[in-house]
């Protein structure tokens, strides 16, 4: 069974920085490619985040292009995300996602990130 569990979420000030983490069980984690998707309120769910299985490939949307970090560390199956420069905007509920080339394919509960001052 694929287990996907965050943590790391909370409440910070805009231009602030959070380190998201995602632990994975119940698959061969270093085979999939993974990311992190966001849902905030009234919005739908979008991809924020990708990195193929080996690390060497990563995928941003534009609106967090150079604030947002993936990585992940195959030898203890998890997932990171750094947020830095945060803005208001990136208020969501942040999940990790387990993927099938560009689709999803299974995610956790989320975290919740909140971005106000």
């Known amino acids: 069974e694929v287990q996907l569990e965050e943590s790391g979420g909370g409440l910070v000030q805009p231009g602030g920085s959070l380190r998201l983490s995602c632990a994975a069980s119940?698959?061969?984690?270093?085979?999939?490619?993974m990311g992190w998707v966001r849902q905030a309120p009234g919005k739908e769910l979008e991809w924020v985040s990708r990195?193929?299985?080996?690390?060497?490939?990563?995928y941003y949307a534009d609106s967090v292009k150079g604030r947002f970090t993936i990585s992940r560390d195959n030898a203890k199956n998890m997932l990171f995300l750094q947020l830095n420069s945060l803005k208001t905007e990136d208020t969501a509920i942040y999940y990790c996602?387990?993927?099938?080339?560009?689709?999803?394919?299974?995610r956790g509960q989320g975290t919740q990130v909140t971005v106000s001052s």
């Open positions: 990195i193929s299985g080996l690390g060497f490939n990563t």
């Open positions: 119940g698959f061969t984690f270093s085979s999939f490619t």
């Open positions: 996602a387990k993927a099938k080339g560009a689709a999803l394919d299974g």
